[in-house]
């Protein structure tokens, strides 16, 4: 079976129709927009939909468009044992692409584009898995089904519309993450809070602050406006703080006031470290700055004592912890709008085992009252997941990895959690990112290597006809 499998991929046929199927779907700007009647995610991702249910059918697949939220792709008719679970839907592009993020390039033997690792790609190589069991007839007594979302990257409204309508199958897994095999997902906390304050003329104090677009991405770029003070005020402060943080200022002098453009670096939010975090360096700059004292300055102080830069752990919040099984708290302070009134802002905390209400939420709640800040809404934490490292599908999937990786003994690991089944009870994430590759996730020059997608697909096969024999 493994020698049919490998024959099957290594044809350079199969290769290029891969290739060709990956841009197809990587071809269709499938970020989330405004909702409207068919098109409950935007008109992106019900393109991106459409196109992939298409696909699905010009490969011989019965596929099927739950409402404009999910499609489905299945191998047979037979009782559904399997799913497996990709999404369609891809983060905004951000800047200082070197291609085109929405055109699919493939360049010495790397894919670039948005949506090549995350999530259009591995979706893809499960796609062509299913294909391979097909076309070699292989012998499976059950059915795999590919359910394909369209808004992973926002909430997973899309999975939640399906499974109101559909039953969990027996085994799940997402090629939504990395190898070897992700079995526990840390819990999610992202509450929105801030303040308000009747306006005031005093000078200098900030009149505008912003950044940040998504609670899951590090953000790469803030902006503030400050009346009372000039560029040339402003900049002896900016030196210091762009060699601590990597950021990088921009000051203009404007009516009245000056300009502050912060160039930072984006990265997963659950990863926090691995970013330029450019909301938490303005406020490094602002909190220098000599500011009137009214409630703006307040504020600002506030959110840079509670959120300093290089703190993604919730030292300063007082919630950093960590346990054995799952790690350590990580926090993205992820977005940032103020004016003269008042600020809203929302972070994102990936919480181990070991939080608890306790020990997490009343006391980010109280480090805010005394601050003065509120939590405005979705002040809950969200479980964490884990399946046990001994679960039969937990082992053959990782029989699988060792199959076509040579990696004895691979052990299961723990993630900051959002992968695709975190809310899916047994499921697992299972690729396709590999330890040795940076895949730019969430960043720019996303890229994905041919040979790991022709390498992901082959275990995906052997991973369905070992779970549906």
């Known amino acids: 079976m493994q020698e049919k499998i490998n024959a099957y991929f290594n044809d350079p046929q199969i290769r290029k129709e891969l290739t060709a199927a990956v841009a197809r779907l990587v071809n269709v700007k499938s970020v989330k927009g405004e909702a409207a009647p068919g098109a409950p995610f935007g008109p992106g991702p019900k393109a991106a939909l459409e196109e992939a249910v298409a696909l699905c059918r010009d490969l011989g697949f019965e596929s099927r468009n739950y409402d404009d939220h999910v499609g489905i792709a299945d191998l047979n008719d037979k009782p ?46 499960a ?56 079995n526990v997902e840390k819990g999610h906390y992202y509450p929105d809070f801030g303040a308000s304050w009747p306006a005031v003329m005093v000078e200098p104090r900030v009149s505008a602050l912003t950044g940040g677009f998504r609670t899951n991405v590090v953000p790469p770029e803030a902006q503030a406006e400050v ?156 479980a964490y997941h884990m399946v046990e490292a001994d679960s039969p599908l937990v082992k053959t999937l990782l029989e699988c990895y060792t199959t076509y990786t040579g990696v004895k003994d691979p052990q299961p690991i723990a993630i900051g959690g959002g992968t695709y089944v975190h809310n899916i009870p047994g499921g697992v994430a299972f690729g396709c990112e590999f330890p040795d590759f940076d895949t730019k996730m969430h960043c720019a020059n996303e890229r994905a290597r041919v040979d790991d997608l022709l390498r992901s697909a082959k275990m995906f096969a052997l991973a369905i006809a070992r779970l549906c024999e």
């Not at 102080?301 to 007082?318: E, I, V």
């Open 127 to 182: 796609l062509f898995a299913m294909k391979c069991i097909r076309d070699l007839g292989l012998p499976v007594s059950k059915n795999v089904r590919l359910i394909m979302g369209t808004d992973e990257e926002s909430g997973s409204e899309d999975l939640a519309y399906y499974f109101a309508r559909e039953p969990y199958a027996p085994q799940s897994f997402t090629p939504d993450a990395e190898f070897p095999l992700i």
């Open 227 to 382: 009346l009372g003070l000039s560029a040339a005020d402003v900049r002896p402060f900016c030196g210091a703080i762009e060699g601590q943080s990597g950021a990088v200022f921009t000051l203009t002098d404007m009516v009245g006031g000056v300009r502050i453009h912060c160039a930072g670096r984006n990265a997963h939010a659950a990863r926090p470290e691995g970013g330029i975090n450019a909301i938490q360096a303005m406020l490094e700059l602002l909190s220098q700055l000599p500011l009137a004292d009214c409630e703006s300055t307040k504020a600002v102080k506030a959110m840079h004592r509670l959120f300093p830069y290089g703190d993604t752990r919730g030292k300063a919040l007082g919630i950093a912890q960590a346990d054995d099984v799952s790690g350590d708290l990580t926090l993205n302070l992820a977005v940032i709008t103020m004016n003269e009134t008042g600020f809203t802002s929302k972070f994102d905390c990936r919480f181990p085992v070991c939080s608890t209400e306790e020990n997490c939420r009343k006391v980010c709640e109280t480090a805010f009252a005394q601050s003065g800040i509120s939590v405005i809404k979705d002040g809950e934490m969200h």
């Open 80 to 125: 559904t044992q399997l799913h497996i679970l990709g999404h369609l839907d891809v983060v905004g592009e951000g800047t200082d692409w070197d291609t085109d993020p929405y055109t699919c390039v493939e360049k010495d033997g790397l894919l670039y584009g948005r949506g090549v690792s995350d999530d259009k790609g591995p979706t893809v190589c």
